[in-house]
């Protein structure tokens, strides 16, 4: 069980960092480790708040999720802005990888390596990286990170990639290709960061099952449940059944290996500052009372024997 670790809020806060502490065996940087964040002027590294998490995790004996390496957002200005040649660009990409992933070897339990390749049609997204170095970057970026730290269990990872559709499909594809090519590509991190007006999604569990059908590792990498304010028990019962349904599917697959949320509390979560009029996304409020969602959580894991 883990959640995405908002870096400042870990260091001014002590009620959240009491329960990021007390209540997740797993965290993820929310944006720590981003490229953008450990390289802003290139060259130029800062890899304190990075640093630190990984030293909390340690020191609450808890696992540590690395996202991202290849992505098309947050990535640093001088990297987009400047017109690089593609061989530059594949030069960067290897190297930011190696440095990061080698800096962290040991320490991270399973990378996002690359993060949101695919439209919702599944065809390729149109990004830098697909632009400059074709579609086989996918393949090199899971090479160099192997390269740069074997024992790291190397994920993609997507939104919209919980029940069947063009991009699951997409994924279920490249993941059979590559494999096949032996890429070390040993996981599918489905993020889960679903709504309520769009309905929840009916096909979670078939999904995870194909997913789990290739022999592969998949996990809920970011999950959370925003709606459209305010909130009132309809909602949050509706929030509830989507939080359970996702925790079950994982727990019903023989290779879900976890379950982390975008978040846990809504004092922090990213939802309100990119969705007008949204929020109340994750199972505890501002004040950290725990919603339904998170019962019904804690319900399942104890069904489940955990
Ligand atoms: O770090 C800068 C800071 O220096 C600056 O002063 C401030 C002013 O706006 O911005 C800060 O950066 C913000 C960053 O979060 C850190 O707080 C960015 O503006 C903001 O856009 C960024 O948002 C993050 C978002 O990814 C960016 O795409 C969210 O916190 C983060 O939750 C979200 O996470 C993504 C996953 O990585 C991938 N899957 C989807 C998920 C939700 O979008």
Request: include cysteine; aromatic fraction near 12%; hydrophobic fraction near 40%.
């Amino acid at each position: 069980m883990g959640t995405a670790v908002d870096a400042n809020a870990l260091n001014a806060d002590a009620t959240y960092r009491a329960a990021v502490a007390k209540e997740f065996d797993q965290v993820t940087p929310e944006n720590a480790m981003k490229w953008s964040e450990v390289e802003p002027v290139q060259g130029q590294f800062n890899w304190g708040p990075a640093d630190e998490l990984v030293a909390f995790a340690r020191a609450h004996g808890q696992k540590v999720r690395g996202h991202t390496l290849v992505w098309h957002s947050q990535l640093p200005s001088w990297l987009t802005e400047d017109a690089f040649t593609p061989a530059q660009l594949r030069d960067l990409l290897r190297k930011h990888i190696f440095t990061e992933v080698g800096r962290y070897k040991g320490k991270i339990w399973a990378w996002d390596v690359a993060n949101e390749v695919f439209n919702d049609d599944g065809t390729m997204r149109d990004t830098i990286w697909l632009r400059a170095l074709g579609p086989n970057y996918i393949a090199d970026a899971f090479r160099w990170a192997h390269q740069a730290d074997p024992n790291a269990l190397l994920f993609l990872n997507d939104y919209n990639a919980e029940w069947l559709n063009p991009k699951t499909d997409a994924y279920y594809n490249l993941i059979k290709t590559l494999r096949k090519q032996g890429v070390p590509v040993q996981g599918m991190g489905m993020q889960g960061h679903l709504a309520l007006q769009y309905g929840l999604p009916n096909t979670v569990l078939q999904n995870a099952q194909r997913f789990d059908s290739l022999g592969i590792k998949t996990a809920y990498t970011e999950v959370d449940i925003r709606m459209q304010l305010p909130v009132d028990v309809y909602k949050s019962a509706a929030q509830s059944e989507g939080f359970g349904s996702l925790l079950r599917a994982c727990l019903l697959v023989r290779g879900c290996v976890s379950y982390t949320l975008w978040g846990f509390t809504d004092k922090y979560s990213w939802v309100p500052g990119f969705f007008d009029g949204e929020g109340s996304a994750t199972p505890m409020d501002e004040n950290f009372q725990p919603k339904p969602a998170y019962y019904t959580m804690r319900e399942t894991f104890q069904l489940a024997g955990h």
